[in-house]
Every structure is written in structure tokens, then in C-alpha cells.
């Protein structure tokens, strides 16, 4: 399934996906590759799904919560 043909529900378990990732570099960084790359990619990947306009009545909390803990990582 591509990004193009996945339902609001798929794309919302996706930017979940980058949520948890976020909280865990957040929380220890120290097993992850490059780990300000990667919180900077997700953050950025949460900023651009939260514009969407499908969304109905998806939780946008933690992604919101998720970004706001990725921008304060990293500076």
C-alpha cells in the first residue's frame, strides 16, 4: 500500500509510529543512529500530517505533544 492509497486510519497509525519513535529518542537517544536526524525527519513528517485536511476524528494531541517534545530536542 503506498502513502497515496492508505486510509485516514492507516496514515493516523503511521504518524503514531513517528510519535513513539519521538518519545523514545526524547527519552534515551543513546541506541539510535543518528538520533537528531531522525527526530528532525518525524517532527517534520508530524507537521506536514497535522495540515491534512481528511483527518475527522483522529486524536491530534500526541502528535502535537510528539512535535513539541521533538523541537525542544533539538535545540
Given at each position: ?40 525527519r518525524?517532527?517534520q ?31
Open positions: 500500500m503506498s502513502q497515496y492509497d492508505a486510509s485516514p486510519a492507516q496514515q493516523y497509525l503511521w504518524c503514531l509510529q513517528s510519535v513513539d519513535l519521538i518519545n523514545a529518542i526524547v527519552a534515551d537517544d543513546s541506541g539510535y543512529y543518528e538520533p537528531a536526524n531522525c527526530v528532525e518525524n517532527v513528517h508530524l507537521q506536514l500530517m497535522v495540515g491534512k485536511d481528511f483527518w475527522t476524528t483522529e486524536d491530534m494531541a500526541p502528535l502535537n505533544a510528539a512535535i513539541a517534545a521533538g523541537l525542544s530536542y533539538g535545540s
